[in-house]
């Protein structure tokens, strides 16, 4: 029982608070009241903090947006998150494009132009696609994290003590009102006790119950205004506690700026390294691809043969070199190495798997001879490596002088 008693006398007084300080803020919104006003210093506090959370919050956001442009993954690594579950490992957008490279090119054949070209950048955007996966775990765990550990921990902590601080400023003024009204109470009792009516007996015994009257009324105004004073002593103290402690916290700010620096700078780090691990990758893939002949790029119908006629590009010891960096050689060196029957050097331009046994498997920059066979393809050649022999194509060749 005496709980239950403790209990409704606790809610009353929390409820008389709450209704004093919706009072005040009215009236304080419509200008019926004074505001105590914040100093400049903790105004400037609480205008950074407010700042800080905005952009951190907006920085954040679209950093993820950055790392995952997939929204729904975005919702689905929130709810594994919220859930406290590890998400599933996903295929991301670059590994996904290797792939089908890589099956593309198994599918068209290895030994052919296409299909081998296909597999070198198919593995390629596999490996991008691991680095952009690194990048993204990398960024969430020294940038994003930190960020969200200040929105979430911090700046809670925070918004709690400024709540707080309002509050108690709320209180402060209520009773700085109450107590202003208890006194312009008493000025008024203190008044009306110095007027005296003059006249008959009944007049005058009617002025002696008022006087009575008045100096009740007084002395309960006067217990008023002493109650407001030590309300307002009370309340001044805890708000001036409460707002120190505010203080405190929001001078965090600035070692909070310094630590999300050192976060920026892990961030910038790992896109370096991405970025530089991307171009290394495809400077490598450059160099494996090697000069494709123009016309083959444009010949969307050559299925059978991995390189295009000769009576179009054929290799040769003069090299034509064209602003992507493709061979082009001179269609009269090979009419004369068919006409003359002899054997050349060549090197390879680029590795070639042979397709079946009477082709010969060629690694990029190896130096082989070559010669012509009556009857043999135009777009081919008898290549020679030691003991080794076999056709080769001859757009994978530079004859030499």
Partial sequence: MNIMDFNVKKLAADAGTFLSRAV??????????EKTELDAHLENLLSKAECTKIWTEKIMKQTEVLLQPNPNARIEEFVYEKLDRKA???VNNPELLGQYMIDAGTEFGPGTAYGNALIKCGETQKRIGTADRELIQTSALNFLTPLRNFIEGDYKTI?????LLQNKRLDLDAAKTRLK???AAEARASQLNSTRLEGDNIMVN???MLNFLHVKWLKIWAEEVTKSEQELRITQSEFDRQAEITRLLLEGISSTHAHHLRCLNDFVEAQMTYYAQCYQYMLDLQKQLGS?????HCNNNQTSTPAPSASS???????LTSTSGLVMTSPSNLTDLKECGGSRKARVLYD???ANSSELSLLADEVITVFSVVGMDSDWLMGERGNQKGRVPITYLELLN
């Fill in 313 to 319: 590009n054929v290799i040769g010891s003069s090299a």
């Fill in 159 to 163: 918004a709690k003590e400024r709540k």
């Fill in 88 to 90: 599933p490992s996903r």
């Fill in 181 to 183: 009204k208890a006194k």
């Fill in 352 to 354: 070639y798997d042979a």
């Fill in 292 to 296: 494709f002949p123009s016309n083959y």
């Fill in 24 to 33: 005040q803020f009215t009236e304080e919104k419509l200008g019926q009241a």
């Fill in 206 to 208: 009617f002025s002696y």
